[in-house]
């Protein structure tokens, strides 16, 4: 098993819809968690930060559920701009600053 | 905010030749820096955590001989590709995050393309 796994998708989702999807991981002691965002041939840029309360940035929603181990992200009325590659990032406790990947989840946003 | 910057952006070399990609933090001092290798349709994998001032530590499957790190400032990381070949083209990126700050988001370089012919 995968210490990251997310559902490679695309999610075909039309303009203005609402879009989800999870990531889970296997390291019960992860400490930290990321969603990135990749577009094609480009590097990862930070989308937010994943804290344990749940948080909201905008139109993004970023989940932590601790006893199922997995992270979501939820993108509200959405733009031809949110299309891309979505990286779910964890950091286990025993490996400082060795991030662990998922393999992305691809967004296709349709007009 | 952090910044880290990579050059070059693209490059196309020749089969056997050496190819040098260059990571800065530019507003940061990172004593730790990564590099990864993407190849398409496919997730990051790290290839390497470049150590200021120490030998670089090799992900299983990676050479060392292949693949020379040089950490050789607070802001500065380089990698070589030694005798390139066509299957080492791909899409190469390094990150870094601020000394100490463990719980924070890693900052990644624009990345570099390299295409080996």
């Known amino acids: 098993r995968k210490e990251v796994e997310q559902d490679p998708g695309p999610f075909n989702v039309p303009e203005g819809a609402t879009v989800a999807f999870n990531c889970t991981y296997s390291n019960s002691a992860s400490q930290s968690f990321f969603w990135y965002r990749q577009d094609c041939r480009k590097e990862p840029k930070l989308l937010m930060s994943v804290y344990s309360s749940g948080n909201e940035d905008g139109r993004f929603t970023a989940q932590l559920n601790r006893a199922s181990q997995y992270i979501s992200l939820l993108i509200r009325d959405s733009k031809l701009s949110d299309s891309a590659t979505y990286l779910c990032?964890?950091?286990?406790?025993?490996?400082?600053?060795?991030?662990?990947f998922g393999a992305g989840t691809q967004v296709v946003v349709t007009p | 905010g952090a910044v880290v910057s990579q050059h070059p952006s693209w490059v196309i070399c020749k089969s056997g030749t050496s190819v040098k990609i260059e990571c800065r933090s530019l507003d940061f001092q990172a004593t730790t820096m990564f590099w990864y290798r993407q190849f398409p349709k496919q997730s990051l994998m790290l290839m390497a955590t470049s150590n200021e001032g120490s030998k670089a530590t090799y992900e299983q499957g990676v050479e060392k001989d292949k693949f020379l790190i040089n950490h050789a400032s607070l802001t500065l990381s380089t990698l070589t590709v030694t005798s390139a070949h066509p299957e080492d083209s791909s899409f190469y990126i390094c990150?870094?995050?601020?000394?100490?700050?463990?719980?924070?988001?890693?900052?990644f370089g624009n990345g570099t393309r390299l295409t080996v012919t």
């Open positions: 990032v964890v950091t286990p406790t025993d490996s400082w600053g060795k991030l662990q």
């Open positions: 990150s870094a995050r601020s000394f100490g700050q463990n719980s924070s988001p890693l900052h």
